[in-house]
T-cell receptor, first 116, second 113 residues
């Protein structure tokens, strides 16, 4: 149990376009989802925390107008990278907390975004 | 603020060697501690965890003990396999509905035959 999926697993887009990444909890209800960004050979950087039905809380230095996060249901959160630029190319990972399982976060497999 | 420090990698070991990956933390309270593993091209998977001092987390032959006196949570395995090659992340969080994970920088382990 406690499976988190992400779609797509990889995407290539052109500069200036927007791309949406979905994060789903498949077998549990996730009241909180987290979005991370991982640069090559580096640790995960938390971008934002989203709670179902409310606005996301962004970490310092993360542009909320560029990285739009929507957590419309207990099983789905989306991250939209707007007006993408090559420097947005990265590995984006989401995680979800199961409210019945305490502190543990369950991670999705990640989405590799390449902006050309 | 809270932070997690891991030993720098990469760590290269021969199969069946003993593994230790050091992790120390700085925290203002009493966090839960975790080790996550990331295999090539995949997302993070929880390897083991400990929620209070002196707890030992274990899974798949890996162990780590929550040492409050030394603020450490070192990962150990008695005999590594090639399939253990991955990046290992130490992390901490606090109880609560908005808990955020604070990660270390990760340690890459390469196991050779």
């Amino acid at each position: 149990g406690a499976v988190v999926s992400q779609h797509p697993s990889w995407v290539i887009c052109k500069s200036g376009t927007s791309v949406k990444i979905e994060c789903r909890s498949l077998d549990f209800q996730a009241t909180t989802m987290f979005w991370y960004r991982q640069f090559p050979k580096q640790s995960l950087m938390l971008m934002a925390t989203s709670n179902e039905g409310s606005k996301a809380t962004y970490e310092q230095g993360v542009e909320k107008d560029k990285f739009l996060i929507n957590h419309a249901s207990l099983t789905l959160s989306t991250l939209t990278v707007t007006s993408a630029h090559p420097e947005d190319s990265s590995f984006y990972i989401c995680s979800a907390r199961d409210r019945d399982r305490g502190d543990e976060q369950y991670f999705g497999p990640g989405t590799r975004l390449t902006v050309t | 603020g809270d932070s997690v420090t891991q030993m720098e990698g990469p760590v290269t070991l021969s199969e069946e060697a003993f593994l230790t990956i050091n992790c120390t933390y700085t925290a203002t309270g009493y966090p839960s501690l975790f080790w996550y593993v990331q295999y090539p091209g995949e997302g993070l998977q929880l390897l083991l965890k400990a929620t209070k001092a002196d707890d030992k987390g274990s899974n798949k032959g890996f162990e780590a003990t929550y040492r409050k006196e030394t603020t450490s949570f070192h990962l150990e395995k008695g005999s590594v396999q090639v399939s253990d090659s991955a990046v290992y992340f130490c992390a901490l969080t606090y109880s609560g509905t908005a808990s955020k994970l604070t990660f270390g920088t990760g340690t890459r382990l390469q196991v050779t035959l």
